[in-house]
């Protein structure tokens, strides 16, 4: 799982980098839970709920929950969940430095909803936790934790989404995109023309000017908050929010070439599509905040529109255009 050769090429020149500002409820992890009740008088189960998901969301300071779950119309559902305490060091009693491993585990239980709130119950005595949710993008739901026993939103909870494949936003069978790589601050020039493609077992894979990684391409739609300070960049919910702040910043700093290139407002994008090209290390855990070691961002509005692509492989962020 090697670095891509022309981010390898910025880092021989990490020097130039100096001085520059760069700028588990269970089912979802840190939910209110209860022990379990009967569904009660009124419970259903909403359609708009079904479905195969995926979703995420930063936890404290410096943790993650990932999470994919199928809510079947029958009323199960099956979840896996990625959780990683922290991606900080640690330090045990002898005076050890680690990171503690992310923790892998599957779920299955019933689900139903009332009242604009979902309910999961897993399987044997485990605690029922609770989700208001509400319609974000096409095929995007956002969730508050929820008191399971009144339905109320926690006082302190902060809204995180999930997405399941949408109709309006098809995955092509192949994409290619020209990357401007021109930035003077890194004195570095040219571009790089990207390819994913399906190859024949279904799984997707990128090349770098016919340079074929071996790894293959995982996507994930992550949907944005649109109260989310890009900005600032401060408490970002997931990956997409994370790296879509990181463009914001780094395309406002007059020093750098990339606020031109861009095209599109970073405030009007609502789905952040996030093409997982180089795997996150083992041995780096903080790669997991940015989704991956380098990525592909396909960014779209409320309406779907494909507003723009950008390529980011930290120190590298640059503008992408189409290519036939």
């Not at 992310?102 to 485990?126: I, M």
Request: aromatic share 8%; proline share 7%; hydrophobic share 40%.
């Amino acid at each position: 799982m090697k670095t891509p050769w022309f981010v390898e090429t910025f880092l021989r020149r990490r020097s130039a980098l100096a001085g520059l500002a760069v700028g588990v409820g269970l089912a979802f992890g840190g939910g209110l839970a209860s022990a379990q009740p009967a569904p009660g008088a009124g419970a259903g189960r909403d359609p708009v709920l079904v479905g195969s998901w995926f979703g995420e969301r930063f936890s404290g300071d410096s943790g993650l929950v990932r999470w994919n779950i199928e809510r079947r119309e029958d009323g199960r559902y099956e979840s896996s969940q990625f959780v990683m305490e922290t991606y900080l060091l640690q330090q045990d009693a002898t005076g050890k430095f680690y990171t503690p491993e992310p923790l892998l585990r599957t779920e299955r239980g019933r689900w139903w909803s009332k009242g604009g709130v979902v309910y999961h119950a897993p399987e044997g005595d485990g605690p029922v936790s609770a989700y208001r949710y509400g319609a974000g993008a096409d095929s995007c739901l956002w969730h508050e934790t929820a008191d399971p026993q009144s339905g109320t939103v926690a006082r302190a909870s902060r809204p995180f989404g999930e997405c399941k494949p949408s109709l309006r936003r098809p995955l092509a069978a192949a994409l290619k995109a020209e990357c401007d790589l021109n930035e003077p601050v890194f004195q570095q020039s040219g571009a790089v023309v990207l390819r994913i493609e399906t190859e024949a077992d279904g799984q997707r894979h990128a090349s770098y000017d016919g340079r074929r990684e071996a790894a293959p391409v995982r996507v994930r739609d992550y949907p944005i908050r649109r109260a989310f300070d890009l900005r600032s960049g401060k408490g970002a919910g997931n990956a997409g929010e994370f790296v879509l702040a990181t463009i914001t910043q780094r395309a406002a700093s007059p020093e750098m070439q990339l606020g031109a290139r861009l095209g599109f407002s970073t405030a009007d994008v609502r789905v952040a599509r996030m093409y997982l090209l180089v795997p996150p290390r083992p041995e780096r855990p903080a790669d997991h905040i940015r989704g991956s070691r380098s990525v592909l961002i396909e960014a779209f509005d409320g309406q779907d529109a494909l507003l723009g692509t950008v390529l980011v492989s930290l120190p590298v962020i640059a503008a992408c255009k189409p290519r036939p």
